[in-house]
């Protein structure tokens, strides 16, 4: 029986407070016992509660993801059901009907009627430091509770006369809130409403609280925190970047039989007070909890408020939106490992993964007993805790006063959460016991969708390190790490956009962060390269705009990280087939790449500036995006080591021709971008300037013998990557680039925006062999050297844990280099995207490797895609792919496969080893004559076989 299943709206499963009256539809077609399926019509119906429908009628299409129904345009804040049914192939016949439902939220400014009210408080105190300069010497010897201030508490009485049919609260903050209704909170969602562009742009939560609400009178509670809008955040650890003052807004939608209706806003009737149990919570220094005061029921009506204060109702600006995508939740809890006693006698829990989020403990003790926890990501090299993360307000201290309940007492943090894997705790009364410590990861709550397996363990870990980290770093917006910074830095996510897509469903959450990204736009059209970027970072772009050599200082536009705003849609578009996210930021990369095309225009690198230059020459130059600092290969090991070793090396060595590679890699991404979106003049336009750039490049960058500036292994890859190679150049910049590996012993050389495309350069152009030596390199720098230090996450640097065991203080939480992922899917797993969404898909493992075997599945947007094989030691080769239905695959077999036994969905048997398949299960069987290559070192002790 074909079915339809997985009905999403917008990319989510039934979502409430959607965020666009153009609501696209996607579904899975379950094929059943069925092979070769692909859909020919479809047919869908909108309808609300109030009855009216919308009816597409059957529309011949193969159309099945992110369709769009045109004429319809959804009401504000409706409920709407809807169903789908298709044809298949020559079937006459229909599938079933298949029904779900969304609902909008809020979607016009005038369904506001609130008031933003501010509860009595102290403004948040300037913190942390102001500059970079001030960074390195600033000491914060005050503790926390002396300058951070308790948390606002607010509550509004209100009456329900009869019991409601449907009840939405619609509610937002300046800072972060927890929202109640009679004693139980409106949801599970933490932190919202996430990081926000606050200044600009504001999300506010949509909540389903028809079950809080009572007959008679009801109490909605609020508690408010400093988050990202006044608390200290970034690597200043700076306060206040949007404001210095909490403040909330919420409307309170209820619904009676009978069509009546009824508003509560957020006003002056609220009351507030700052006696609770809260003594202050901030995102990075920590939550101090006073349970000896703690309010039980402080959200219920029987609750005595007559202490409480009038709030103050005034005016706030900005426009108002629904929140896009999933919200951050408590995802996951990780049990703590065991309690080590540390040589310097201290106890320090240890949950044997490095996480983002916080720790849930239980206690029994005295009354006023004070139980201190610090986080940290490693012990040092004797064993002891060590503090890696470092800068003003990092304190990452959570600290519990304990009511003295003779039944024991449970406490989680509410309003920060830490990046770490040990805990420190001191004054922690009695024997602590793990059972008695859960981490709870919190994250934004992205659906997993890809998996991945090897006969390999070390690779297995590497993979479950890059999804950890990936897990920790994708909180409410992409950042680099989930403590230092926590900044959304473009070029991390830029590098790791693939992997990031390949193994969870980032539409929505990326789609949100890129608005952000276009608020922060500046009107020159440069990207930041932190989005948001608090308005409290601007003096930093006045002034004169640091130098080339000190591009660590710079705000906005650099190199790999500004193009985010093209290459990440691109890779959405890829992956989801979504082609509105094109569209919606087409006119901000439009900009963005104009401002780089002015900018190469504009100069000639430092180095140039004295020299006389031919026509040709300068005209040579104004195709090159050179002249502008940047950071380079950024954090290439061998620019972190030598006399003068600085992380500042990077862009020196790098700059110019990774500015001008990257120039080139955009140009031909909107060259593919405006076809994609009709825009033939656009594309011709950047095709020909991506022409331009090429040639420019190979003449002025690429000498006769294959030698590119900068003695780094980076630029070699990148212009091989991005095709900036002119064909007679080729074999002497592949012999160069071999040289510097093997002058490096066999060890990558490349930074963030090289080393994504590191093992392709080397497999496209001839040499698989170095590419899985370098992959399964253990020394340092190496991602297996990570694996074997016990990595549970991606390092930021290579060595953070030097190779005579040193620990440092980089963060051990940072995904970037964990880029390496979506070559392990493709090459490994086999499973390869041909044209956008997956409905055309190749399956090419690499079977003749180091490897005996692998598993992978993606769920594509069109239903799972999976590829199994192993390896026997004769040489005999068994394979399974699944193929999802409406879509096409193609297998493809080595050429030295011989006895090729196929079965299943396959169209046909293999010819020219390929084998062209529709939906089902395909089962390959071969055997290789010779194992072309050898296998080299087989690593790791642990192979298992697929399961
Ligand atoms: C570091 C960040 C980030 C990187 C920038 C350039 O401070 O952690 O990973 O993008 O610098």
């Not at 200043?236 to 806003?265: F, H, K, M, N």
């Not at 901030?282 to 039980?296: P, Q, S, T």
């Not at 000639?604 to 090159?624: D, G, H, K, N, Y």
């Not at 230090?789 to 620990?807: H, K, L, S, Y």
Request: hydrophobic letters at 40%; glycine letters at 8%; proline letters at 6%.
């Amino acid at each position: 029986m074909i079915a339809l299943t997985n009905l999403r709206v917008e990319q989510m499963e039934r979502p409430i407070g959607l965020w666009t009256r153009h609501p696209r539809f996607s579904w899975w077609i379950d094929a059943g016992e069925e092979t070769g399926l692909i859909q020919t019509a479809y047919e869908l119906e909108i309808e609300h509660a109030g009855g009216a429908a919308w009816r597409t009628g059957r529309i011949e299409s193969r159309d099945s993801v992110l369709v769009a129904v045109e004429g319809f345009s959804a009401r504000s804040a409706t409920a709407y059901r809807w169903r789908v049914r298709c044809w298949m192939n020559a079937a006459t016949e229909p599938t079933a009907w298949a029904e779900s439902s969304f609902e909008t939220s809020l979607l016009d400014a005038e369904d506001w009627r609130a008031r933003w009210i501010e509860p009595r408080q102290l403004p948040v105190r300037p913190d942390g430091a102001a500059t970079f300069a001030e960074l390195f010497s600033l000491r914060i010897d005050t503790p926390p509770e002396e300058r951070l201030l308790p948390t606002p508490y607010l509550r509004q009485r209100f009456r329900v006369e009869e019991q409601p049919v449907r009840a939405r609260l619609y509610a937002t903050a300046h800072g972060i809130y927890h929202a109640e209704i009679n004693g139980a909170p409106v949801s599970d969602e933490i932190f919202a409403p996430g990081v926000e562009s606050y200044d600009i742009h504001l999300s506010f939560q949509t909540f389903d609280v028809t079950d809080r609400l009572a007959v008679g009178e009801n109490v909605l509670g609020v508690v408010l925190s400093d988050g990202w809008y006044a608390g200290r955040v970034g690597i200043l650890g700076s306060s206040r970047g949007y404001g210095e003052t909490l403040q909330a807004l919420w409307q309170l939608e209820v619904e009676y039989p009978g069509d009546r209706r009824e508003t509560i806003t957020s006003d002056g009737t609220v009351v507030s007070s700052t006696d609770g149990p809260i003594r202050y919570a901030d995102l990075a220094v920590g939550e101090l909890y006073d349970a000896r005061i703690a309010w039980d029921g402080w959200s219920t009506p029987d609750f005595d408020d007559t202490a409480w204060e009038p709030v103050a109702v005034v005016h706030a600006e900005q426009s108002l939106l629904p929140f896009v995508g999933e919200p951050v939740r408590r995802v996951v809890e990780v049990p703590a490992e065991r309690i080590v006693r540390t040589p310097a006698g201290e106890r320090v829990v240890d949950f044997g993964q490095v996480i983002a989020g916080r720790v849930r403990f239980r206690v029994r003790g005295e009354r006023g007993s004070v139980v201190r926890l610090e986080h940290s990501e490693v012990l040092d090299q004797h064993g002891d805790f060590f503090a890696n993360i470092v800068g003003p307000n990092k304190d990452q201290t959570d600290v519990y006063i304990l009511r003295g309940d003779p039944e024991g007492e449970t406490w989680e943090p509410a309003f920060t959460f830490h990046g770490f894997r040990y805990v420190r705790i001191q004054g922690f009364p009695g024997d602590a016991n793990p059972e008695d410590f859960t981490a709870v990861v919190t994250a934004s709550d992205l659906p997993v969708i890809g998996h991945l397996e090897t006969s390999d363990a070390r690779l297995n870990r590497l993979h479950e390190n890059v999804r950890w980290s990936q897990r920790a770093n994708f909180l409410s917006i992409p950042t680099d790490c989930p403590q230092r910074e926590r900044y959304g830095w473009t070029g991390d996510l830029q590098v790791f956009a693939e992997t990031a897509a390949t193994n969870m469903s980032v539409g929505p959450f990326l789609t949100r962060w890129l608005r952000i990204i276009r608020d922060d736009q500046l009107p020159d059209g440069q990207i930041m390269n932190i989005s948001p970027s608090p308005p409290q970072l601007d003096h930093l772009l006045d002034g004169p705009p640091p130098s080339y050599d000190d591009a660590i200082m710079l705000l906005a536009s650099s190199a790999g990280w500004g193009d985010v705003i093209a290459l990440a849609p691109l890779v959405l578009f890829e992956h989801f087939g979504d082609r509105r996210v094109l569209a919606e930021n087409y006119p901000a990369m439009v900009a963005w790449t104009q401002y780089q095309i002015e900018s190469a225009r504009s100069g000639v690198p430092p180095r140039l500036r004295e020299a006389s230059l031919t026509p040709a020459e300068r005209e040579r130059q104004r195709a090159l995006w050179n002249n502008q600092p940047n950071f380079g290969d950024w954090l290439a090991p061998s620019t972190l080591r030598g006399p003068d070793a600085s992380q500042m090396n990077a862009p020196r060595r790098t700059g110019e021709v990774i500015g001008s590679l990257y120039h080139g890699h955009l140009l031909d991404a909107m060259a593919r971008i405006a076809d994609i979106l009709d825009r033939p003049d656009d594309r011709d336009r950047y095709a020909a300037r991506a022409r331009a750039a090429r040639t420019a490049f190979a003449e002025e960058y690429i000498d006769a013998d294959g030698v590119i500036p900068g003695g780094l292994q980076g630029p070699y890859v990148v212009a091989l990557a991005f095709d900036f190679v002119p064909e007679r150049k080729k074999d002497a910049v592949v012999a160069r680039l071999i040289e510097l590996i093997h002058e490096a012993e066999d060890h990558l050389d490349t930074g963030f925006l090289s080393v994504a495309f590191l093992l392709d350069a080397l497999w496209e152009n001839g040499h698989r062999d170095l590419a899985y030596t370098l992959l399964l390199q253990d020394t340092a720098p190496s991602w297996l050297y990570q694996v074997d230090r016990g990595a549970t996450t991606m390092w930021e640097g290579w060595e953070a844990i030097t190779p005579d065991g040193t620990v440092t203080d980089l963060s051990f939480n940072h995904y970037a280099f964990g880029c390496v992922d979506d070559w392990l899917y493709r090459r490994l797993g086999g499973l390869q995207l041909e044209s956008p969404g997956y409905r055309e898909s190749r399956v090419a493992p690499d079977v003749e490797g180091p490897l005996t075997g692998a598993a992978a599945h993606i769920d594509t947007p069109y239903g799972r895609l999976a590829s199994r094989w192993s390896r026997r030691a004769d040489g005999h080769v068994e394979m399974e792919v699944v193929v999802p239905a409406n879509t096409t695959t193609t297998i493809e077999l080595p050429d030295g496969a011989r006895n090729i036994d196929v079965h299943g969905a396959a169209a046909g048997p293999a010819s020219g080893g390929r084998i062209r398949s529709g939906s089902g299960v395909v089962t390959v069987a071969y055997d290789l004559t010779t194992v072309t290559r050898d296998p080299g070192k087989e690593a790791g002790s642990a192979l298992t076989a697929p399961r």
